[in-house]
């Protein structure tokens, strides 16, 4: 009996062994698929929370909230071609979802994208759906604290950060030195500048097209000493078209920005006018636009081995209505940054807002989570 088991048992172990190493392969290939699937892949996140004291006027309130959330998934299915999408996550402040986190779509597009070299034309790239604006995005890489504020211009409602439509970048002259990649700044980092160009609906990410316009949006940077002054840049950007009304009114938007990036300072400055805006609120109930024109600076210094960092920034923006009502509006900010690792920081910081007077400010100590 014993001789019968053990006989039976050695003529059924090559299959035993067989049916394993099958199974083994079977579970190598699934590893290996899904580590093609999640070869160029990205997911990152942004999340900025902490504590806000709001005062207005006599009034004030304090909360603990997450002011914004931005999780993007990107996929490159080959060097040529890149998808991202980034939901944008933000507290409902009104409407029957009131106080609840609500999601929307930030950015939605397709890439593409080449390496090479073209002539005096280096790194093209095309992007189509929902995409970041050419003036704002470039703005953004520069001023590194959306967790305080938007960038200006935003923030005043005369460009949005993104739109529906299609746009395309792309670097003069090769790029710039790689130390100042790697120690500064890798955004846009053509030699002797670059520029982008867009096409939008015109009423931003967050708004329904309202009329049949269609705006165009550009940025012009020039890097004029890329071997002694890398960080020194000039930008030229516009937009023209109409405000996302049915009444058309007429959006011309034309500002001037200079930057300067170092490792240990940033610096910028911008002029601006503007003949509406892009949501078309900066018009009377007949459609007509007002005048509005302006400037804004921003600067942070870090120090304690590049641990720390003061930053401010202070902007004016002025109209008269068509009855020749002035309306000024100021915004002030200063604050103190701790940088953990990388882009994560805390910050605490004092955010005022003033309009013809009437002042509403802001105390925070927010912390800014990327992974």
């Given at each position: 009996?014993?001789?019968?088991?053990?006989?039976?048992?050695?003529?059924?172990?090559?299959?035993?062994?067989?049916?394993?190493a099958?199974?083994?392969?079977?579970?190598?290939?699934?590893?290996?698929?899904?580590?093609?699937l999640?070869?160029?892949?990205?997911?990152?996140?942004?999340?900025?929370?902490g504590?806000?004291?709001?005062?207005?006027?006599?009034?004030?309130?304090?909360?603990?909230?997450?002011?914004?959330?931005?999780?993007?998934?990107?996929?490159s299915?080959?060097?040529?071609?890149?998808?991202?999408?980034?939901?944008?996550?933000?507290?409902?402040?009104?409407?029957?979802?009131?106080?609840?986190?609500?999601?929307?779509?930030?950015?939605?597009?397709?890439?593409l994208?080449?390496?090479?070299?073209?002539?005096?034309?280096?790194?093209?790239?095309l992007?189509?759906?929902?995409?970041?604006?050419?003036?704002?995005?470039?703005?953004?890489?520069?001023?590194?604290?959306?967790?305080?504020?938007?960038?200006?211009?935003?923030?005043?409602?005369?460009?949005?950060?993104?739109?529906?439509?299609?746009?395309?970048?792309?670097?003069?002259?090769?790029?710039?030195?790689?130390?100042?990649?790697?120690?500064?700044?890798?955004?846009y980092?053509?030699k002797?500048?670059?520029?982008?160009v867009g096409?939008?609906?015109?009423?931003g990410?967050?708004?329904?097209?309202?009329?049949?316009?269609?705006?165009?949006?550009?940025?012009?940077?020039?890097?004029?000493?890329?071997?002694?002054?890398?960080?020194?840049?000039?930008?030229?950007?516009?937009?023209?078209?109409?405000?996302?009304?049915?009444?058309y009114?007429?959006?011309?938007?034309?500002?001037?920005?200079?930057?300067?990036e170092s490792?240990?300072?940033v610096?910028?400055?911008?002029?601006?006018?503007?003949?509406?805006?892009?949501?078309?609120?900066?018009?009377?109930?007949?459609?007509?636009?007002?005048?509005?024109?302006?400037?804004?600076?921003?600067?942070?210094?870090?120090?304690?081995?590049?641990?720390?960092?003061?930053?401010?920034?202070?902007?004016?923006?002025?109209?008269?209505?068509?009855?020749?009502?002035?309306?000024?509006?100021?915004?002030?900010?200063?604050?103190?940054?701790?940088?953990?690792y990388?882009?994560?920081?805390?910050?605490?910081?004092?955010?005022?807002?003033?309009?013809?007077?009437t002042?509403?400010?802001?105390?925070?100590?927010?912390?800014?989570?990327?992974?």
């Open positions: 009996m014993k001789k019968g088991v053990m006989l039976s048992f050695m003529l059924i172990l090559p299959y035993l062994l067989n049916a394993q099958i199974n083994d392969s079977v579970i190598y290939q699934q590893n290996q698929r899904i580590l093609q999640l070869e160029n892949n990205k997911v990152s996140t942004q999340i900025f929370l504590y806000r004291y709001f005062e207005e006027g006599n009034d004030n309130f304090n909360e603990f909230s997450v002011k914004r959330g931005y999780i993007t998934f990107e996929k299915l080959n060097k040529y071609l890149l998808g991202r999408i980034t939901p944008d996550l933000t507290v409902d402040r009104e409407g029957d979802g009131e106080g609840d986190l609500e999601m929307r779509l930030k950015y939605c597009y397709v890439e994208k080449d390496e090479g070299e073209f002539g005096i034309f280096t790194n093209p790239k992007l189509v759906g929902e995409v970041p604006t050419p003036f704002i995005d470039f703005e953004e890489k520069v001023n590194a604290y959306r967790v305080v504020a938007s960038q200006y211009l935003d923030d005043m409602k005369i460009f949005s950060s993104a739109d529906f439509g299609v746009t395309t970048s792309v670097l003069f002259g090769g790029k710039v030195d790689s130390d100042y990649q790697k120690t500064v700044s890798n955004a980092p053509g002797f500048g670059s520029i982008a096409v939008f609906n015109g009423g990410y967050h708004a329904l097209e309202k009329n049949n316009n269609k705006t165009l949006q550009w940025r012009l940077t020039l890097r004029p000493m890329p071997e002694r002054l890398p960080g020194l840049q000039f930008s030229y950007a516009g937009a023209y078209g109409k405000g996302n009304t049915n009444l009114p007429d959006w011309d938007t034309h500002t001037g920005y200079l930057s300067y490792r240990r300072i610096f910028t400055g911008q002029v601006f006018s503007s003949l509406g805006n892009h949501e078309g609120s900066l018009a009377d109930a007949s459609g007509n636009s007002f005048r509005a024109k302006g400037w804004n600076t921003f600067m942070e210094i870090e120090f304690w081995h590049e641990r720390l960092s003061l930053f401010g920034s202070y902007g004016i923006m002025s109209y008269s209505d068509n009855t020749g009502v002035k309306t000024e509006k100021t915004r002030e900010i200063i604050g103190l940054a701790y940088h953990i990388k882009k994560n920081k805390l910050v605490f910081d004092f955010n005022r807002g003033v309009t013809n007077g002042c509403k400010g802001v105390v925070e100590v927010m912390f800014e989570l990327a992974l």
